[in-house]
């Protein structure tokens, strides 16, 4: 297993703008998460995707925040119209069933900075 | 709405020592309960996964238990070295696919 990849690894960007994250879990994991961390706090969870299905969207995911997964592979984190509180990192996790259970793995993160 | 707590929040002890990490969750619903290592603007790491059947889980220095009915876990380190600085952070699964995560304990292991 490579790992869970996340690109870019750092993004500022101006209030207002779009930023698009992507995360390519590791192979043959068809379970995805996205998760958001500010510093001092445990991580939150804002989606999941099985395969391409998006099954679960947490409350904060608003309006200006898209996730795909097109294609049950790779997956995309779109935030549209960036507002200072959405600096944080932004974590992707995949994971698969075994029976050994459901272990999570997590990706490096992608730091984002407003200003 | 499950809420999970971590105590200490900060720990800084001396090379060699044994010591607890503490979690607790207030709804005992859950499917799994994961330990995982944060290292300072990084990802996470998974430690030990224990099932809802299960008791405890170890691996090499980490041992972890679970008790669902009480809503607690530990995390023992044995014999802790420098390296085991990190932040460690306890996360349960309930009967969907959402990881509910404490705020961490952050430890400092001095030489």
């Known amino acids: 297993d490579t790992g869970v990849s996340q690109n870019p690894r750092h993004k500022i960007t101006k209030r207002g703008q779009n930023v698009t994250f992507r995360c390519d879990p590791i192979?043959?994991?068809?379970?995805l998460y996205w998760y958001r961390q500010t510093l001092g706090q445990g991580p939150e969870f804002l989606t999941y995707?099985?395969?391409?299905?998006?099954?679960?969207k947490s409350r904060l995911l608003s309006d200006r925040f898209s996730a795909e997964r097109p294609k049950g592979s790779f997956s995309t984190l779109e935030i549209q119209r960036t507002e200072q509180g959405d600096s944080a990192m932004y974590l992707c996790?995949?994971?698969?069933?075994?029976?050994?259970?459901?272990?999570?793995?997590f990706g490096e993160g992608s730091w984002l900075t407003v200003v | 709405k499950q809420e999970v707590t971590q105590i200490p929040a900060a720990l800084s002890v001396p090379e060699g020592e044994n010591l607890v990490l503490n979690c607790s969750f207030t709804?005992?619903?859950?499917?799994?309960l994961q330990w995982f290592r944060q290292d300072p603007g990084k990802g996470l790491t998974s430690l030990l996964l224990?099932?809802?059947?299960?008791r405890e889980q170890t691996s090499g220095r980490l041992n972890a238990s679970l008790d669902k009915s009480s809503g607690r876990s530990t995390l023992y380190i044995a014999a802790s070295q420098p390296g085991d600085s990190a932040t460690y952070l306890c996360?349960?699964?309930?009967?969907?696919?959402?990881?509910?995560f404490g705020g961490g304990t952050r430890l400092m292991v001095k030489p």
């Open positions: 996790a995949s994971s698969r069933l075994t029976s050994s259970g459901n272990t999570i793995y």
């Open positions: 192979s043959e994991h068809n379970r």
């Open positions: 995707f099985q395969n391409e299905a998006q099954l679960e």
């Open positions: 709804d005992s619903a859950i499917y799994n």
């Open positions: 224990i099932q809802s059947s299960q």
């Open positions: 996360a349960v699964r309930d009967a969907g696919n959402m990881l509910t």
